[in-house]
């Protein structure tokens, strides 16, 4: 760091930040623009950002019902990674690990990825059968992965315990060294400023109330701000997806699921790499703050309450300490959850609806923070040409009645 940049660091923090610059404007919806976007995460954001870098589309407005990265961008765990079994899933997911490489140098903004490693457990030969698929389909697909031995697993994460007197000993893993983590503000915050910049509106506290349609097209949405006429919509709006598209009279093939996650006090740079087990529902990482950051399944029951039964938080602590007894005395520091929406084959809708006009970007399970580069840069492309990219074609919603389905449960890490 330059001495220039400390003592504004500095000069800044004194006056309580009175002469930082915004990072994005706050302006009054107008009366209409060529695109809307309903929801104000990491996909949307992304997605207005490529609408106008990649597309020359600028008269676009992002619409978010509370602060930018409110909703499931700010209540995740982080993990980046790419190693989905199908090859439609690979295209999605590698497409989006290729752009997660170069996003800082892309935004001029530092969004802290760290490809520091994903390894994904086996406990029974079932699992061990799983890994080795996806492995072989993986490299079919040039999407980095390896088959590793307990012994292998615990050279790559030295904390893993490999007795055999636990509930679900340790016999091989999957091993993904590009996948790793990024800071999940900053990602949003990098795209949102980036998107200013290039003339798209940022709207937040504008809950959109309704979706006006006309002649089998959508043409505007009401807002608790007024109306805003639209050329083309798209929902993206994770959790909420269904009740936004049934203001415009679409019933989505979704349920919503709470999520939880929890981290601990923070401590010194302890563990080195992503952890996931789909078998015991619990997954562990280590922020660059210090704190470990512990993900479980989702719970049995949907809602839409950011919040989640305890039975679950003490099950996947108890899997937790079984694999790292190391960390049996850390103190856990808070706990929430994030509203998936989960659809039949756990691969996410991106295309049209049988409303003109009006695109979704949804059903992501728990796959949605990793994926956000790609999908904000396919759907950016949908929403420009009223078509699907190449790479998001497969994710129709028409699959779920043509029997297309892309059934990637085993590959989401977590149950859900």
């Not at 636990?166 to 091989?172: A, D, L, N, T």
């Not at 509203?339 to 796959?367: A, E, L, Q």
């Amino acid at each position: 760091m330059t001495r220039f940049s400390i003592f504004s660091l500095a000069r800044n923090a004194l006056s309580g930040h009175a002469n930082w610059p915004a990072y994005w404007r706050s302006p009054e919806p107008k009366r209409g623009y060529d695109v809307v976007i309903i929801g104000g995460g990491g996909h949307g954001l992304a997605t207005a950002y490529y609408l106008a870098k990649v597309h020359k589309v600028t008269n676009v407005a992002v619409l978010e019902r509370g602060w930018l990265g409110g909703g499931n961008t700010g209540r995740n765990t982080t993990i980046c990674r790419s190693n989905y079994l199908y090859d439609e899933s690979a295209g999605l997911y590698d497409h989006a690990m290729q752009l997660w490489e170069g996003l800082s140098a892309e935004l001029n903004y530092n969004v802290m990825f760290s490809q520091r490693g994903v390894l994904m457990l086996a406990h029974n030969t079932h699992d061990l059968q799983i890994a080795r698929r996806t492995v072989h389909a993986n490299r079919l697909n040039g999407v980095d992965n390896e088959l590793l031995t307990a012994e292998e697993a615990k050279a790559f994460c030295p904390q893993l315990n490999l007795s055999k007197d636990i509930r679900y000993p340790v016999i091989g893993a999957a091993l993904q060294r590009r996948g790793g983590t990024a800071r999940h503000d900053a990602v949003a915050w990098g795209y949102a400023r980036g998107a200013d910049r290039l003339g798209v509106d940022i709207i937040q506290n504008c809950e959109v109330t309704g979706i006006r349609v006309e002649g089998g097209r959508a043409v505007g949405v009401e807002t608790s701000r007024g109306y805003i006429a639209a050329g083309r919509i798209g929902c993206v709006a994770a959790g909420h997806s269904s009740v936004v598209a049934g203001m415009a009279g679409i019933e989505l093939p979704l349920e919503s699921f709470p999520l939880q996650a929890l981290v601990s006090e923070p401590v010194k740079p302890a563990f080195p790499c992503v952890v996931m087990s789909n078998t015991i529902h619990a997954y562990i990482s280590q922020s660059d703050k210090g704190e470990l950051v512990i993900g479980a399944g989702t719970d049995q029951y949907i809602s839409y309450a950011q919040r989640g039964g305890m039975q679950i938080i003490e099950h996947t602590l108890e899997a937790i300490l079984e694999l790292f007894p190391i960390f049996s005395r850390m103190r856990m520091l808070r706990s929430w959850a994030g509203i998936v929406d989960v659809t039949p084959d756990r691969s996410p809708i991106i295309g049209k609806t049988p409303v003109g006009n009006f695109f979704i970007n949804c059903g992501w399970g728990t796959g949605g923070f990793k994926a956000t580069p790609g999908s904000g840069h396919v759907f950016a492309h949908t929403l420009a040409h009223g078509e699907p990219h190449p790479i998001n074609a497969p994710f129709t919603l028409d699959r779920f009645v043509n029997g297309r389905l892309i059934d990637e449960a085993a590959a989401a890490a977590v149950a859900h």
